[in-house]
């Protein structure tokens, strides 16, 4: 029920779009700008870019992992894997370090951001989905429409944000992003993300990426292997997306919302 909520909540703001009604949320098209390789037996959970790389984290327990990767070339240059139970979510890099969630486990991990070698582990209630930061502090997503604000240092949870799209709470949020003072997400299942206020929780913008997924008979499991992850560099202002088990990652642009007649 929860993903169908959300589906449906997608879907009346494209309808809205495409009649052109008042809804009050801009519908975005994309533009690809360049294609890297990406590998197609990554279950892509978490992705960001930092100093000229992308870290990416894969789930599915057994083949969990935290990647360093080489954009140009999709290369692997640095992994480590996450043994069962675990099963690896989203990942955020905070100072020297690099900081992971785990699906069900109520874990995460901490790791040095140079060697991945694992430093400690922290808990939390529920499940984790992904993580993102403003500089300041550390956003979660669950799988709800609640993100959780973290205190980056104690990882603890100090503050939330209840996410709404035309009145209504927005579940499913999965990957995260800080992008130009939005948050970025992904609403699992569906070829959308949403840019959320932060400051009030309500979606203020839909980027709308069908058409981009690979041709379904391509993909290993076409209903899991969906579009998540989204990575943006500030200095070049470059927004990076992929799928999981993707063949690709997309680095796009935005293309303004149909004009109103």
Same mark, same amino acid.
């Given at each position: 029920?929860?993903?169908?909520?959300?589906?449906?909540?997608?879907f009346?703001?494209?309808?809205?779009?495409?009649?052109?009604?008042q809804?009050?949320?801009?519908?975005? #098209?994309?533009?690809v700008? %360049? *294609?890297?390789?990406h590998? $197609?037996?990554?279950?892509?959970?978490?992705?960001?870019?930092?100093?000229?790389?992308?870290?990416?984290?894969?789930? *599915?327990?057994?083949?969990?992992?935290?990647?360093?990767?080489?954009?140009?070339?999709?290369?692997?240059?640095?992994?480590?894997?996450?043994?069962?139970?675990?099963?690896?979510?989203?990942i955020?890099?905070?100072?020297?370090?690099?900081?992971?969630? *785990?699906?069900?486990?109520?874990?995460?991990?901490?790791?040095?951001?140079?060697?991945?070698?694992?430093l400690?582990?922290?808990?939390y209630p #529920?499940?984790?989905?992904?993580? $993102?930061?403003?500089?300041?502090?550390?956003?979660?997503?669950d799988?709800?429409?609640?993100?959780?604000?973290?205190?980056?240092? $104690?990882?603890?949870?100090?503050? +939330?944000?209840?996410?709404?799209?035309?009145?209504?709470?927005?579940?499913?949020?999965?990957?995260?992003?800080?992008?130009?003072? %939005?948050?970025?997400?992904?609403?699992?299942?569906?070829?959308?993300?949403?840019?959320?206020?932060?400051?009030?929780?309500?979606?203020?913008g839909v980027?709308?990426?069908? #058409?981009?997924?690979?041709d379904?008979? *391509?993909? $290993?499991?076409?209903?899991?292997?969906?579009?998540?992850?989204?990575?943006?560099?500030?200095?070049?202002?470059?927004?990076?997306?992929?799928? +999981?088990?993707?063949?690709?990652?997309?680095?796009?642009?935005?293309?303004?919302?149909?004009?109103? %007649?």
């Amino acid at each position: 029920m929860k993903r169908i909520t959300s589906l449906l909540v997608i879907f009346a703001l494209l309808l809205a779009s495409a009649a052109h009604a008042q809804s009050g949320i801009p519908i975005y #098209g994309y533009k690809v700008v %360049h *294609t890297y390789p990406h590998d $197609t037996a990554a279950y892509t959970e978490g992705l960001f870019y930092l100093d000229g790389y992308l870290y990416e984290s894969t789930g *599915t327990e057994g083949e969990s992992t935290i990647r360093k990767l080489d954009l140009a070339t999709g290369k692997v240059l640095q992994k480590v894997d996450l043994p069962p139970p675990d099963y690896g979510e989203g990942i955020v890099a905070w100072k020297n370090r690099l900081i992971q969630l *785990t699906w069900q486990s109520q874990r995460g991990y901490v790791y040095d951001l140079k060697n991945f070698k694992r430093l400690s582990q922290f808990s939390y209630p #529920g499940e984790g989905w992904a993580l $993102t930061t403003d500089g300041r502090r550390i956003y979660m997503s669950d799988g709800t429409a609640t993100i959780r604000v973290l205190d980056p240092e $104690t990882l603890k949870q100090v503050d +939330k944000i209840e996410v709404t799209a035309m009145g209504r709470p927005l579940l499913n949020l999965n990957e995260l992003e800080w992008v130009k003072g %939005h948050l970025y997400a992904n609403v699992w299942l569906t070829q959308n993300i949403v840019r959320i206020d932060p400051a009030s929780g309500k979606v203020v913008g839909v980027i709308n990426l069908t #058409g981009l997924a690979p041709d379904p008979k *391509t993909l $290993t499991d076409p209903g899991n292997d969906v579009l998540n992850g989204i990575a943006y560099d500030a200095k070049r202002d470059r927004l990076f997306v992929t799928g +999981k088990r993707w063949p690709s990652v997309y680095e796009i642009t935005l293309t303004p919302p149909p004009a109103e %007649h």
